[in-house]
């Protein structure tokens, strides 16, 4: 007796549809899993045993031997245990048949016979949905999250009984109860406003820049000058997220296991502070079992990487990469993944080791030699691939009141918004200038001769290296778009050149210890 059915299993955030084979046949009596296995797929087989008896299903006394397809293929998880279950007694039922290509399988089955939420539904879901599979049955726990899913019928199921059910069409469809497009999110609406950092219009500025062009961001200044409110009001600069964006943010977090019943996708922008003590594979993705990085899970939106001094130097040299190519390859045994991660990086530092060099209130206590010592440990080659370095001074007793001051989110959400549409009419697409190749920023990023000898003297002077030129120019652009300039003049060049030049003249191991 021979039956098939469907699943699909993890590559990165694609799915890659599976399928599950079962014969059942004479001989001793036993229950053999094939098709390059993990150890939870292994164990599934005492799972299915008992959940099909105590759902007094009666378990089949014969020899099984069951095939997930591609054989070649490494496979992990609990979602398969459905999937082998129905295909099971598929096979030794007669009163249990459907079509096979009509339905997908997904769900860890206890041993009761309820059937467990997993990690990973919408990924897995999508990938039924593109094989045009009609019916998508996953664990009613997991049925909001699934409902992104736009043409398959999808069904939530609490038990085995349930399952058999959906297949001969006695279980109603419940995706309705639960549309993710017509939801609105839990997330209550940030509370936070630029108009509540008093001073630092400099650093407000570059955070505006930065989420109107795509651009990195690194501040440096002593504890306490705003850096991390800076850092936290960002990603209310960044435009709504549209519906696709919440799709491919929701499957990271779905293959992350962050989701839950209180929150069954993603609706805003994430926003991810890791600690300085973080591991490379949790902050860049990876480990045995291959998971994304705080660089996925804050992808479309912010990484904030605060005392970027205390994180481990291999963390800071694995970010090279993903800063510049917006994606990540993990390659574990003879397998390669791709995540995507394509996140505004803002990045915090103190000046020196006790955090007052350059303070004009309080004195710095560091020796040369300590000072050179934490600068160097930040390497040229990443402070390089940030775009826009900001300088923040202490805020001044008389600068703070009761009274919010300066630019507040709203007026420069509306600069964001401006420029966004600029950079959309001109590159044709949902391009951001510091996402630009440079074969494309010369062809779209147009200057005039008086520009051009603004930047051969830039370049000269502070002896820049050409991508930090090439970034002068992106950032240039950016500065123009936000003022609704078509054209880049000296003076959105001037004010690209504050941002870049405090490294590209100081170093990172040499920076000035005037003030001390």
Not at 99 to 126: H, K, N, Q, T, Y
Not at 361 to 384: A, H, M, N, V, Y
Not at 480 to 488: I, L, Q, W
Request: aromatic share 6%; hydrophobic share 40%; with cysteine.
């Amino acid at each position: 007796m021979f039956a098939r059915t469907y699943t699909a299993f993890l590559s990165g955030i694609q799915g890659r549809m599976t399928a599950v084979e079962t014969y059942i046949s004479n001989g001793l009596p036993g229950f053999h899993i094939v098709g390059l296995t993990d150890t939870v797929i292994k164990e599934s087989a005492e799972r299915i045993r008992a959940a099909i008896n105590s759902s007094n299903l009666g378990f089949p006394i014969r020899r099984i031997a069951v095939n997930l397809t591609p054989a070649d293929r490494r496979k992990s998880g609990g979602h398969y245990d459905l999937a082998i279950a129905m295909s099971l007694l598929k096979a030794a039922r007669d009163d249990i048949d459907f079509v096979e290509e009509d339905f997908a399988f997904f769900g860890e089955l206890s041993l009761d016979g309820s059937i467990r939420g997993v990690p990973g539904i919408l990924p897995l879901a999508m990938c039924a949905e593109e094989n045009d599979i009609k019916n998508i049955i996953v664990p009613e726990e997991n049925i909001c999250e699934a409902s992104f899913v736009k043409n398959s019928r999808v069904i939530g199921v609490s038990c085995l009984w349930d399952a058999i059910d959906a297949v001969k069409g006695r279980l109603s469809n419940m995706d309705s109860l639960c549309e993710i497009k017509n939801r609105k999110s839990k997330e209550k609406m940030s509370e936070l406003d630029f108009s509540q950092v008093f001073g630092q219009e400099t650093a407000k500025r570059a955070a505006l820049l930065a989420a109107a062009g795509g651009h990195d961001m690194l501040m440096m200044g002593s504890p306490g000058v705003g850096k991390s409110m800076i850092a936290r009001r960002l990603p209310g600069l960044l435009p709504a997220m549209t519906y696709e964006e919440c799709r491919e943010v929701t499957k990271i977090y779905s293959i992350a296991g962050l989701l839950d019943r209180e929150r069954p996708a993603i609706f805003e922008r994430p926003f991810r502070k890791p600690h300085g003590s973080v591991s490379r594979a949790a902050l860049i993705g990876g480990g045995a079992k291959i998971r994304p990085g705080e660089i996925s899970l804050a992808h479309l939106g912010v990484l904030f990487l605060d005392e970027l001094n205390t994180f481990q130097n291999d963390c800071l040299e694995a970010l090279r990469q993903p800063v510049e190519e917006r994606k990540v390859q993990i390659i574990r045994n003879r397998e390669s993944v791709v995540f995507p991660a394509d996140f505004i990086l803002v990045c915090a530092i103190n000046p020196c080791l006790c955090g007052y060099l350059g303070n004009d209130e309080r004195i710095c206590q560091c020796t040369e030699t300590q000072i050179s010592s934490f600068r160097r440990k930040l390497s040229g080659p990443l402070l390089d691939r940030i775009d826009l370095h900001v300088t923040m001074a202490p805020v001044k007793y008389e600068e703070i009141g009761g009274r919010r001051n300066g630019m507040g989110t709203n007026t420069m959400k509306e600069k964001v918004l401006l420029a966004r549409r600029m950079q959309k009419e001109r590159y044709g697409e949902n391009l951001l200038n510091g996402r630009l190749d440079d074969d494309l920023a010369r062809e779209k990023i147009k200057l005039g001769k008086g520009e051009v000898n603004f930047i051969k003297e830039a370049g000269a002077g502070f002896g820049m290296s050409v991508r930090s030129l090439n970034k002068l120019i992106r950032i240039g652009r950016t500065v123009a778009d936000v003022e609704g300039s078509f054209d880049v003049r000296v003076e959105h060049l001037a004010e690209a050149l504050s941002y870049r030049s405090f490294f590209d003249m100081y170093g990172s191991g040499e920076m000035s210890v005037k003030n001390r």
